[in-house]
């Protein structure tokens, strides 16, 4: 068996298709194909079936998977080996709903402070999936997490506990003006008759053996027909604030954070269900953290940086359907 062949299969998996794998590997598309084969004859069983949607883990598959990982992770640690005291790169993954909350001062401060440092700032809807146990391929991932069984499953496959930013819950955004403004409350069954305005998501970005997304968890409770994607974040708050039959959900007390919260133009009102409430998490690998002083204290700062936003934004500001 060649490590070649672990790190391609691992490549895969994380793609979702292998086009996606290939293309990132930078190799011929039948290059992968093969190699995936012969590690497939190699143990006498499959390890991903293929659909329209891309490539999922087997039963079996999944094991090799998470076990492969640590393989690659020994193997570039062998490599490692005395080698100075600071990675080359540190990929930096952050929830779709967050691209501008906590991380871009940071990064930007680390970027100036250690030229030679690579910081690959990544915003996704599922930032989980590249939740990485690697010692020497620092991996940090900002996730909405749900308690319980979703938590649990995510902290087994980190291999130890991650960073609570914020505990909080999903609210229904809209305009002083939009006819639900002034309920104390809202279910979700009565956010039906009004447009959902949402950053565009890739549905070609989900692994299904991963825990659910969490934003897959609420948006499943809305229709389609009333589902209007934007090209980022950045656009959903403005559309927001002028229509008064579109609402966006946001993280509350994330969501303070926003100008027109702050200014009274945008009201949060809370959701009456269970899966609206979350916890954001800050993942990352305890070897990473021990092994560089640089992975270390860009751990502290984020979370300092979550303790500051807190200070600044007291829970006596998150009254029922005010700012």
């Known amino acids: 068996m060649k490590i070649q062949s672990l790190r391609y299969f691992v490549t895969l998996v994380q793609a979702g298709s292998i ?30 079936e293929r659909s329209a949607s891309g490539v999922h883990l087997t039963k079996k598959g999944c094991r090799v ?10 193997y570039d640690g062998w490599k490692a080996m005395g080698r100075d005291d600071q990675p080359k790169l540190i990929d930096i993954y952050t929830y779709l709903s967050f691209p501008d909350f906590l991380l871009p001062d940071i990064v930007l401060r680390y970027r100036k402070k250690y030229p030679e440092l690579v910081i690959n ?14 010692g020497h391929k620092p991996v940090l991932a900002l996730v909405m997490c749900r308690e319980g069984e979703h938590l649990r499953r995510l902290t087994e496959i980190q291999g130890n506990p991650p960073v609570l930013l914020m505990s909080g819950a999903y609210r229904c955004l809209v305009n002083t003006r ?6 104390k409350e ?15 998501l890739d549905q070609n970005e989900r692994v299904p053996e991963m825990p659910e997304g969490f934003l897959h968890g609420i948006l499943c409770l809305s229709p389609d027909q009333k589902k209007v994607e934007v090209e980022t974040v950045a656009n959903v708050i403005p559309l927001v604030e002028k229509d008064n039959e579109s609402y966006a959900l946001s993280f509350w007390p994330a969501a303070l954070r926003y100008k027109g919260v702050q200014e009274g133009r945008l009201i949060g009102v809370p959701i009456v269900d269970e899966c609206a409430r979350g916890q954001f998490m800050l993942f990352y690998s ?17 979370r300092a940086a979550a303790r500051a936003f807190l200070r600044q934004n007291t829970p006596s500001s998150w009254g029922a359907n005010t700012p």
């Open 178 to 183: 939009h006819p639900l403004a002034q309920r």
């Open 121 to 134: 700032f990544t915003v996704t809807e599922q930032p989980e999936r590249f939740i990485s146990r690697s």
């Open 286 to 302: 305890k070897a990473a953290y021990e092994t560089y002083p640089v992975v270390r204290q860009l751990v502290e700062d984020i």
């Open 65 to 74: 998977y998470a076990e492969a990982q640590q393989v690659l992770d020994l």
């Open 186 to 200: 809202v279910t979700f069954e009565q956010l039906r008759d009004y447009y959902l305005i949402l950053p565009d």
């Open 19 to 48: 086009t996606k794998a290939a293309q990132q590997l930078y190799v011929a598309q039948p290059s992968l194909t093969k190699s995936l084969k012969l590690l497939e004859e190699e143990l006498g069983y499959p390890l991903v």
